[in-house]
């Protein structure tokens, strides 16, 4: 056993393979990371996007920027660095072909997948507004075809025939054990600001809950996380003090914080839990 690898009592997911997507920085990398320290071997995706030049306008930082423009070379050392197989997968989700090679080349090189994290989105802070100007001063472009499109087929189409995938080959293998984990924003009233965001992502919990109940008889759960805000390159003093003054909101949160909600969700301790969208605050 590598030196650094999780003792069998630290390893609740040791014999589990996970997929996570979006994972070369942010809450993906931190999940990818964290299931790994929990014993599973992690296939990951990412997209690498220059946002340089809108950075100041969509009110992102430089880490936000550098690690979005980033590989995953770092997380798969680091899962590496744990004893446990990796593999990283450059894919645009939008694409619908995608989903099926990244579970081929997932299959191919760590093994069948049990968990699938979908963290990956096409994210563009789009708005019916004429100005686009959010509450802690963000700009965004008006709600196009474009930025319909960006978001709606990599959160809510790429998302859903990832799902698909999973099901299928759980199904092949005679697995009878799953684990769906989704990643949202917003909620039923609408997302002002960020609107075909908070739409895509409506309709990725609409499909995680529905999987949750039609493959609950093959040992599947599928739940939703609605992380706090939180930090990953851009959370500035702005952000920092509309959340303090908030309501509806109480941290700012690490990715790891996230990463640690997710990982329980994909162990043995949480078979009964399905169906859910668990909102942290």
Known sequence: MPAHSPSPEHAPLRGRTALVTGANHGIGAATAIALAEAGADVALTYLRQDLAAEADDIGVGDRFVRDRAADATAVVEAIEALGRRATAIEADLADPHAPATVFDTAEATVGGIDILVNNASGWR??????????????????????????????????????????????????????????????????????????????ALENYTMSAAIELA???????MIHPPVTDTGW???????????????????????????????????????????????
Request: glycine fraction near 10%; include cysteine.
């Open 125 to 202: 802070k789009d708005s019916f507004a004429p100005d686009g100007v959010d509450a802690v001063g963000r700009t965004g472009a008006t709600m196009s075809a474009s930025t319909v499109d960006a978001q709606l087929l990599v959160d809510a189409r790429g998302s859903a025939l990832l799902i698909a995938e999973l099901a299928t080959r759980i199904r092949a293998r005679h697995a009878a054990w799953g684990r769906i984990v989704g990643l949202t924003s917003g909620g039923p009233n609408g997302f002002p600001g960020e609107v075909s965001y908070g739409a895509a992502k409506a």
């Open 217 to 223: 008889d093959e040992g599947v759960t599928a739940n």
């Open 235 to 281: 959370a500035n003093d702005d952000v920092r003090e509309f959340v303090r003054t908030s309501t509806s909101h109480t941290h700012v949160a690490e990715p790891a914080d996230v990463a640690e909600v997710i990982v329980w969700l994909c162990t043995d301790a949480a078979r009964m839990v399905s169906g859910n969208v668990i909102r942290m605050r």
